[in-house]
């Protein structure tokens, strides 16, 4: 850090610090719900979800690790957990045949729409039902602002104003 570089405010330091404790503590929260749920972590219900949310339940590997903000090793090593447990198959892309294509199972559907509610019922109860309509606008417009610094280019989120309330593979 530079002499130039501003120290943060009293009040920019408690919104900062609450941040980060807020991002740090919901991911395990959610974990835990998930867990009890349907036995998943919440980066496999990511996954599970991106491609009950694909056309035909299926998205290229690469794809489905740019959604999920994830490695291509990470993915393959989760998606194969997956797999073992009949939720997603793999196979090779009629379109490119070097690449790999990872296909949510019935089963894997079946589960989504079983395990979503649950999740829904957490994220209500960890975030949105503490907060006010008012609230709930404003943080909205906080986390647009920071994704537009974060992820310019839209690709772990498609743009917020196109996110509805969709239900499984909609």
Same mark, same amino acid.
């Given at each position: %850090?530079?002499?130039?570089?501003? *120290?943060?405010?009293? &009040?920019?330091?408690? $919104? *900062?610090?609450?941040?980060?404790?807020?991002?740090?503590?919901?991911?395990?929260?959610?974990?835990?719900?998930?867990?009890?749920? /349907?036995?998943?972590?919440?980066?496999?219900?990511?996954?599970?979800? %991106?491609?009950?949310?694909?056309?035909?339940?299926?998205? !290229? %590997?690469?794809?489905?690790?740019?959604?999920?903000?994830?490695?291509?090793?990470?993915?393959?090593? =989760?998606?194969?957990?997956?797999?073992?447990?009949?939720?997603?198959?793999?196979?090779?892309?009629?379109?490119?045949?070097?690449?790999?294509? /990872?296909?949510?199972?019935?089963?894997? *559907?079946?589960? =989504?729409? !079983?395990? &979503?509610?649950?999740? =829904?019922?957490? $994220? !209500?109860?960890? =975030?949105?039902?503490?907060?006010?309509?008012?609230?709930?606008?404003?943080?909205?417009?906080?986390?647009?602002? %920071?994704?537009?610094?974060?992820?310019?280019?839209?690709?772990?989120?498609?743009?917020?104003?196109?996110?509805? &309330?969709?239900?499984?593979?909609?």
């Amino acid at each position: %850090m530079t002499s130039e570089t501003p *120290w943060l405010t009293p &009040a920019e330091l408690r $919104a *900062w610090l609450g941040l980060v404790t807020v991002a740090e503590l919901l991911p395990a929260r959610l974990d835990s719900q998930l867990q009890r749920d /349907a036995g998943l972590t919440h980066f496999e219900y990511q996954v599970l979800a %991106m491609l009950s949310e694909a056309r035909d339940r299926t998205l !290229r %590997m690469s794809a489905l690790a740019q959604r999920t903000n994830a490695t291509l090793p990470r993915l393959s090593h =989760v998606v194969r957990r997956l797999e073992e447990r009949g939720l997603v198959e793999r196979a090779p892309c009629a379109q490119d045949r070097r690449a790999t294509n /990872a296909h949510l199972t019935d089963a894997g *559907w079946d589960l =989504v729409v !079983r395990t &979503a509610p649950g999740h =829904v019922a957490a $994220a !209500r109860a960890l =975030v949105v039902d503490a907060l006010s309509a008012e609230q709930v606008a404003q943080l909205e417009e906080l986390t647009r602002t %920071m994704l537009l610094r974060l992820d310019p280019d839209g690709r772990l989120t498609p743009p917020l104003d196109e996110v509805g &309330a969709p239900e499984p593979g909609r």
